[in-house]
């Protein structure tokens, strides 16, 4: 199973919003509403920020939102701020034999 | 609050055998399904095995099947991995992760670090 595609960078003034993409098959992202998404900060665990596509868990700030089109599931964080500066995964359920996919990671830096 | 606390990492040598554990407390260990993922050094985040909450059923990702062996005791709120034939592309910080309430990750430990190396 290949890992599912992320840019590797993304980039954007404190303020601003930036959308990370995370790009799979009908067999994965396009085949079930189960992408998550994790913020993981430079020698920390991952963190859950969505789930189920669009859901935020307690306590994860609004200015983080998910959706998804086809094979294409996506991230947007609006009001940037510098903590927000982080590495972000992907995730998604693949069915019974693969079970969950990662994508590559995207290194979201706060200008 | 979900605790996972992992030990069990170390250096050793290719084809060599270790053998990780997790300890879960803060929540109903024996009520929901948990797994490893594993993340290489600089690298990005890969699933590697996923037990059910009563242990009877198991899965692993392609690239440890055969080699990697998921099991829990719930009497003991205890996951473990045992990583056996490791190569060098194993290396990696192993986290064990709970999933309670749907098809993702809601609690993670800190991780374990094995390296196999010469």
């Known amino acids: 199973q290949s890992a599912l595609t992320q840019p590797r960078s993304v980039s954007g003034s404190p303020g601003q919003s930036v959308t990370i993409s995370c790009t799979g098959t009908s067999s994965d992202v396009g085949g079930y509403n189960y992408v998550s998404w994790y913020q993981q900060h430079p020698g920390k665990s991952p963190k859950l920020m969505i789930y189920?596509?669009?859901k935020r868990p307690s306590g994860v700030p609004d200015r983080f939102s998910g959706s998804k089109s086809g094979n294409t599931a996506s991230l947007t964080i609006s009001g940037l701020q510098a903590d927000d500066e982080s590495d972000y995964y992907c995730c998604t359920y693949a069915g019974t034999y693969t079970r969950w996919v990662f994508g590559g990671g995207t290194k979201l830096t706060v200008l | 609050e979900v605790q996972l606390l992992e030990s069990g990492g170390g250096l050793v040598q290719p084809g060599g055998s270790l053998r990780l554990s997790c300890a879960a407390s803060g929540f109903t260990f024996s009520y929901y399904a948990m797994s490893w993922v594993r993340q290489a050094p600089g690298k990005g985040l890969e699933w590697v095995s996923a037990i059910s909450s009563s242990g009877d059923t198991t899965y692993y990702a392609d690239s440890v099947k055969g080699r990697f062996t998921i099991s829990r005791d719930n009497s003991k709120n205890t996951l473990s991995l045992q990583v056996n034939s490791l190569r060098v592309e194993d290396t990696a910080l192993y986290y064990c992760a709970v999933r309670r309430t749907g098809s993702y990750f809601d609690g993670w430990g800190q991780g374990t670090l094995v390296t196999v190396s010469s």
């Open positions: 189920d596509v669009d």
